[in-house]
């Protein structure tokens, strides 16, 4: 139990440096620092088919648990770790992102702050998405009493129609479900991940993230390869986990939920800051909008834990 714990903290340590990657590259580029070229648009395209499905099948091994709980225990463990810092952070980005809002790239602020009930913006999405993908999930396993293949099966049904679902945040609930689903089952699989080849996991997971960037096909296509491109990532990742086995990767893992929350103050401000001085080097951007987008968080953290309301905040 102890290695598959390692290997999951270790898989989000992975996860959360591509998400505050394709923030820091993403911000550069919507600045203008970076332009549509081959190299930015197929880094962009393999970031984000992998690092949300990642998250999202990491977040089912720990359902399997979580499930077994009375519903109002159920409910109320995920409002605490999703919707109250969703609420908290919600408010604290747009706070910031008003004051800075002439400097930012897309003027968000307090009025986003005001719709998060409805409607989550930028980076927080995620927990607010994921609150209704445990509740589905809790509603199918224990109101339905579902078996895994009947849930499987509407995971799929979900995905494949998840783009014709614009309305709300349906559309992103119904793709990433899969993951999730398929997430619930992995600890079942016992020693299966160190039986996993990462040179052939990274071959598959270029191939097929190659295949999805390239071929011109209809939308109901392409959709049903990022599946597999998704997979293919999350599979390579998995794969490696177990080689980079260390107390800091470790660590990031563990936290992997404040850099989240908080990277983005911190890459954006970074970002802004150096145009303020002047620097518009692309590379002197990404470093630094990394190095800021994962230190910045664990340093907030630090403090809050020595001022002793880290239990508050996250």
């Not at 139990?1 to 911000?27: C, N, P, Q, S, T």
């Not at 997979?231 to 260390?246: A, D, E």
């Amino acid at each position: 139990m102890r290695k598959r714990i390692e290997w999951i903290d270790i898989a989000k340590a992975i996860g959360i440096v591509l998400v505050v990657y394709g923030h820091v590259i993403l911000g550069v580029h919507d600045a203008g620092l970076w332009g549509d070229s081959l190299n930015y648009e197929l880094q962009h395209s393999f970031v984000y088919t992998t690092h949300m499905p990642l998250f999202f099948f990491l977040s089912g091994i720990f359902a399997i648990k979580w499930v077994t709980r009375s519903p109002q225990k159920a409910v109320w463990q995920k409002i605490k770790t999703l919707l109250i810092p969703y609420i908290l952070w919600g408010f604290i980005q747009a706070g910031i992102m008003q004051v800075f809002s002439s400097s930012t790239n897309n003027g968000q602020g307090l009025i986003n702050a005001l719709k998060l009930p409805i409607t989550p913006y930028a980076q927080f999405w995620f927990l607010y998405d994921l609150f209704f993908v445990f509740i589905l999930y809790y509603v199918l396993i224990n109101g339905l009493k579902l078996s895994f293949k009947w849930i499987l099966l509407i995971g799929m049904v979900l995905f494949l129609v998840s783009p014709l679902f614009k309305y709300w945040e349906l559309w992103r609930i119904f793709y990433h479900f899969i993951f999730f689903i398929l997430g619930t089952q992995m600890l079942k699989l016992g020693e299966w991940i160190n039986k996993i080849n990462p040179l052939i996991s990274l071959l598959v997971f270029i191939v097929v993230n190659l295949l999805y960037f390239y071929i011109p096909v209809s939308f109901v296509i392409s959709n049903l390869i990022s599946f597999f491109a998704a997979l293919s990532g999350i599979v390579f990742i998995i794969s490696i986990s177990r080689y980079l086995n260390s107390s800091i990767i470790l660590y990031i893992g563990r936290n992997s939920i404040v850099i989240y929350l908080l990277h983005l103050i911190f890459a954006s401000g970074s970002r802004i800051l150096l145009l303020k001085l002047g620097v518009d080097n692309l590379l002197i951007q990404i470093i630094f909008g990394m190095f800021m987008g994962l230190v910045g968080p664990i340093i907030v953290l630090i403090c809050s834990k020595y001022l002793r309301i880290d239990k508050i905040l996250f």
